[in-house]
C-alpha cells in the first residue's frame, strides 16, 4: 500500500485503495470470487510462495477485493496496513493471540464489548491468559493493575453504553513507558471521528458490521497497525487461523463505506439535535452525550476526536419501568441491538443485553436501570424527534 490520506476523508471513502481496475477499467471493484489463482509457470508460484512478487495465491492468504477494502480503511485510519476478517469477534481475537503469550496479563477497560471481555474469561484463561477489567478513564487504575506479566492495553472509547471516554494519548505513553501494546477498538467513533494511530496507539480494531458498513446487511471487521513488523504478526496469525473475510462480504462494505462520511455527517447532527431536545425533556433524568458541554470529558472529546458521535444514552424518571415502555412505544426507531446503521436503533439495556447481569454489578458498570442506549441514524432530525416524544408519552 502506497497512497496516503488526501485533505479529506469525504474523498478518501470513495478513492482510497479504489482504483479503477487495472485489468477492465471497471470503476467498482470487482468481487474477485476465485478461491486459487493460477501462477503462469513453476517458477512465478515459486516466487510467490517466496513473497518476492506480492500476487495473489489462495484467498484465505488475500484476495484482490478484500485487499481494496484493507488499503481503504488502512489510508482513513493512518495505518501501516489493514487486516480485514470474519467478524469484528475475529478482529479480536486475532488480535489476543498474536499479542498475548501463555500466562500474560491484559488490562482492558471495564465497559468493553462483552465478547470482547467473555472470549478472554472463558477461552484464554485456559492457556493462563488473566485479565483485569478497569475503568480506563482514569490512568492511575490502569497503572496500579500492571504486573510484571502485563502486555497488552485493551482499551474501548467512548465505551458502551456510557459514553465514558479514555485518553489515548496517556494510556500510549503509559504502553510505552511499560513495553505494552495499546490496542484501540474504534468501532463508537469510525475512522471520520477518531484515529488512534496518530495518538500513538499501536494497533486499531473496527467491528466493520456497524458504522463502515453502515446499513446493518454484513457482519465483517478490520484490523490495523501503525507498524510494518506488528502488521506481519498479526497477518500471519489470521491467516492461520483462518478468520479472513470473504470477497463478496469485502465488495459490500467497500459500498457501504463510500458513504460512511456522509452518513457520520448526517447522523451527528440528529444525534447532537436529539441530545439537546432530551436534555431539556421532562421525563428525561439526565443525557450522556460527548457533545453535550456538560459532558464530564467534553473537553477530552474535543481534543482527541474530530466529532462527538452518533451514539447516546439517557435516564428515564420511571426507572425500569418506563425503560421497558418506551420500548413498546417506538415506531420509527428500530428496537434492537447492534449500531452506526442508517437506521436508528433504540434498546434498554437493563430489560435486554444485559438483562443476565447481577443489578449490583450492572450498576457498578454504569448501566443503571433507568439507561436507553441509543443509536442515531440518518433519517430527517423531525422524524426521529416526533417518535422519541410520543414514545417518552406513552
Ligand atoms: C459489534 C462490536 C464488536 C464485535 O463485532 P462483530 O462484528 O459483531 O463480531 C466489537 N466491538 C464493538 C465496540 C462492537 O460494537
Same mark, same amino acid.
Given at each position: 500500500?502506497d ?5 479529506s ?5 470513495i478513492?482510497?485503495g479504489?482504483a479503477?481496475?487495472?485489468?477492465t477499467?471497471?470503476?467498482?471493484v470487482?468481487?474477485?470470487?476465485s ?12 516466487a510467490?510462495?517466496a513473497?518476492k512478487?506480492?500476487?495473489y495465491?489462495?484467498?484465505?492468504l488475500?484476495?484482490?477485493t478484500t485487499?481494496a477494502?484493507?488499503?481503504a ?9 489493514g487486516?480485514?476478517?470474519a467478524?469484528?469477534?475475529?478482529a ?6 498474536a ?12 465497559a468493553?464489548?462483552g465478547?470482547?471481555?467473555t ?5 484464554y484463561?485456559?492457556?493462563g491468559v ?11 487504575a490502569v497503572?496500579?493493575r ?13 465505551a458502551n ?6 485518553d ?15 490496542a484501540?477498538?474504534n468501532?463508537?467513533s469510525?475512522?471520520?471521528?477518531q484515529?488512534p494511530?496518530?495518538?500513538g ?5 473496527h467491528?466493520?458490521?456497524k458504522?463502515i458498513? $453502515?446499513?446493518?446487511d454484513v457482519v465483517?471487521? !478490520?484490523?490495523?497497525?501503525r507498524?510494518e @513488523? %506488528?502488521l506481519?504478526? =498479526?497477518?500471519? +496469525?489470521?491467516?492461520l487461523?483462518g478468520?479472513?473475510m ?10 457501504g ?5 456522509l ?5 451527528q447532527?440528529?444525534a447532537m439535535?436529539?441530545a439537546?431536545?432530551?436534555e431539556?425533556h421532562p ?9 453535550l ?9 474535543k481534543s482527541q476526536m ?9 435516564g428515564?424518571?420511571g $426507572?425500569?419501568e418506563?425503560?421497558?415502555?418506551? !420500548?413498546?412505544?417506538v415506531?420509527?426507531? @428500530? %428496537?434492537?441491538?447492534? =449500531?452506526?446503521? +442508517?437506521?436508528?436503533?433504540i434498546?434498554?439495556?437493563a430489560s ?5 447481569v447481577?443489578r ?24 426521529i ?7 417518552l408519552?406513552?
Amino acid at each position: 500500500m502506497d497512497q496516503t490520506r488526501s485533505r479529506s476523508p469525504f474523498t478518501d471513502v470513495i478513492h482510497a485503495g479504489q482504483a479503477p481496475d487495472p485489468a477492465t477499467g471497471a470503476v467498482s471493484v470487482p468481487i474477485y470470487q476465485s478461491s486459487t489463482f493460477a501462477f503462469a509457470s513453476a517458477e512465478e508460484g515459486a516466487a510467490r510462495f517466496a513473497g518476492k512478487d506480492g500476487g495473489y495465491i489462495y484467498t484465505r492468504l488475500g484476495n484482490p477485493t478484500t485487499r481494496a477494502l484493507e488499503d481503504a480503511v488502512a489510508i482513513l485510519e493512518n495505518g501501516r496496513g489493514g487486516l480485514a476478517t470474519a467478524s469484528g469477534m475475529a478482529a479480536v481475537t486475532t488480535v489476543y493471540t498474536a499479542v498475548l503469550e501463555k500466562d500474560a496479563h491484559m488490562i482492558a477497560t471495564a465497559a468493553v464489548y462483552g465478547a470482547s471481555r467473555t472470549v478472554v474469561e472463558n477461552e484464554y484463561s485456559r492457556f493462563g491468559v488473566r485479565a483485569d477489567f478497569v475503568d480506563t478513564s482514569d490512568i492511575e487504575a490502569v497503572r496500579k493493575r500492571l504486573t510484571p506479566r502485563t502486555r497488552l492495553l485493551y482499551v474501548e472509547t467512548p465505551a458502551n453504553p456510557t459514553l465514558r471516554l479514555t485518553d489515548i494519548r496517556a494510556c500510549a505513553a503509559l504502553a510505552r513507558e511499560h513495553g505494552l501494546v495499546l490496542a484501540v477498538d474504534n468501532t463508537f467513533s469510525s475512522p471520520i471521528l477518531q484515529n488512534p494511530l496518530d495518538l500513538g496507539a499501536d494497533i486499531v480494531i473496527h467491528s466493520l458490521t456497524k458504522f463502515i458498513n $453502515g446499513h446493518s446487511d454484513v457482519v465483517g471487521g !478490520m484490523i490495523l497497525a501503525r507498524e510494518e @513488523a %506488528l502488521l506481519k504478526r =498479526l497477518r500471519k +496469525v489470521l491467516q492461520l487461523m483462518g478468520g479472513t473475510m470473504d470477497p463478496h462480504q469485502a465488495w459490500l462494505v467497500l459500498r457501504g463505506l463510500k458513504t460512511l462520511a456522509l452518513r457520520m455527517d448526517k447522523a451527528q447532527d440528529n444525534a447532537m439535535r436529539a441530545a439537546r431536545f432530551l436534555e431539556s425533556h421532562p421525563k428525561v433524568r439526565w443525557v450522556n452525550y460527548p457533545g453535550l458541554p456538560g459532558h464530564p470529558q467534553h473537553e477530552l472529546a474535543k481534543s482527541q476526536m474530530k466529532g462527538f458521535g452518533t451514539m447516546l444514552s439517557f435516564g428515564l424518571e420511571g $426507572g425500569f419501568e418506563a425503560g421497558r415502555r418506551m !420500548m413498546n412505544a417506538v415506531k420509527l426507531c @428500530a %428496537l434492537a441491538v447492534s =449500531l452506526g446503521s +442508517v437506521e436508528s436503533l433504540i434498546q434498554h439495556p437493563a430489560s435486554m443485553t444485559h438483562a443476565g447481569v447481577p443489578r449490583r454489578e450492572r450498576e457498578e458498570a454504569g448501566i443503571t436501570d433507568d439507561l436507553v442506549r441509543l443509536s442515531v441514524g440518518c433519517e430527517g432530525y423531525e422524524d426521529i424527534q416526533a417518535d422519541l416524544a410520543q414514545a417518552l408519552s406513552a
